[in-house]
Nanobody, 123 residues
Framework: QVQLMESGGGSVPTGGSLTLSCTAS????????VGWFRQAPGKERERVAD???????TYAESVKGRFTISRDNVKNFVYLQMNSLKPEDTAMYYC?????????????????WGRGTQVTVSS
């Protein structure tokens, strides 16, 4: 069982920035599609961004132009740089990987997940 680990969450004011990090212990992420997801209380889980083996990225409309996903295959990390944060970005953020594909597919294909890191944006 591959376990992913997120870090970097916190509390910031509106307009602030945070960088989330995701890594895996004992597993190399470089060949996987890795995604960042978030879930706010009472809401469905939402895919925020993903990055595939060739570094092709996709973003939810709500974060385009504000969030940037990237990966460092040497360090075995995937990052989510979040700028111009808004109160509606408040959620638990999770990273997940799809081990079976080098391209990114539907949410159901992500088989390994982290435990999440909380992001809170105050108004």
């Amino acid at each position: 069982q591959v376990q992913l680990m997120e870090s970097g969450g916190g509390s910031v004011p509106t307009g602030g920035s945070l960088t989330l990090s995701c890594t895996a212990s004992g597993y190399v992420l470089r060949y996987d599609c890795v995604g960042w997801f978030r879930q706010a209380p009472g809401k469905e889980r939402e895919r925020v961004a993903d990055i595939d083996n060739s570094r092709t990225t996709t973003y939810a409309e709500s974060v385009k132009g504000r969030f940037t996903i990237s990966r460092d295959n040497v360090k075995n990390f995937v990052y989510l740089q979040m700028n111009s944060l808004k109160p509606e970005d408040t959620a638990m953020y999770y990273c997940a990987s799809d081990h079976s594909s080098i391209i990114c597919r539907g949410q159901n294909y992500f088989s390994s997940w982290g435990r999440g890191t909380q992001v809170t944006v105050s108004s």
